[in-house]
């Protein structure tokens, strides 16, 4: 549901497990709708290995936040680690393996087309496909500090939470949602 994905002001967070095959590729896209719209997630976007995130508040051209990078370079391939990015208040936070890596101020709303799917494993753009795995994709309507990061890192999420919008695990080879909410 589109529902899952409005979070205006509030508080979120996103969550999941990836894996990077080919640390030189460019565009690598982990998540987002289409260009201009909602939230994207790159790998590499400038040929730097860093992470890249993009927030917008309208749907037309242009992101209200553009290009937050995270810090860390020292990706090994096919290694495991987590990614989440959390609204928290006005701040945007980008944490790997539960240690931040990247913060800004952003008091815009999301902006949430009704009619565009949530693409996993591809950011805005449809050439920018993942080169790797991406597992336990987790999306709450409320923000997750550090701790709260590495607790799902460590037992995984409480499907019985209110706020876990959406979890797909991917574990039986589909993107059914294991949250209370089914979407």
């Not at 497990?17 to 976007?45: C, E, K, P, V």
């Not at 020292?74 to 609204?87: K, L």
Request: avoid cysteine; glycine fraction near 8%; proline fraction near 2%.
């Amino acid at each position: 549901s589109s529902d899952l994905l409005e979070f205006g002001t509030d508080d979120f967070a996103i969550g999941f497990w990836m894996t990077l095959d080919d640390l030189s590729r460019r565009y690598d896209g982990l998540f987002g709708r289409n260009d201009y719209q909602w939230i994207a997630l790159d790998y590499n976007h400038d040929n730097d290995r860093k992470l890249d995130l993009w927030i917008d508040s309208t749907g037309s051209s242009g992101w209200e936040l553009n290009n937050l990078k995270g810090s860390k370079t020292n990706w090994v391939a096919g290694e495991r680690y987590y990614v989440s990015v959390v609204r928290d208040g006005n701040t945007i936070n980008m944490y790997v393996d539960g240690q931040l890596e990247a913060s800004a101020g952003y008091t815009a709303a999301v902006y949430n087309p009704s009619s565009v799917p949530l693409y996993i494993g591809r950011d805005q753009l449809f050439n920018r496909r993942h080169d790797g795995q991406i597992d336990d994709f987790v999306i709450y309507k409320r923000s997750l500090d550090a701790a709260g990061i590495q607790q799902i890192m460590s037992d995984g999420p409480d499907t019985s939470d209110a706020f876990l919008a959406a979890y797909y695990s991917f574990d039986d080879g589909t993107a059914a949602d294991s949250s209370v909410w089914s979407n």
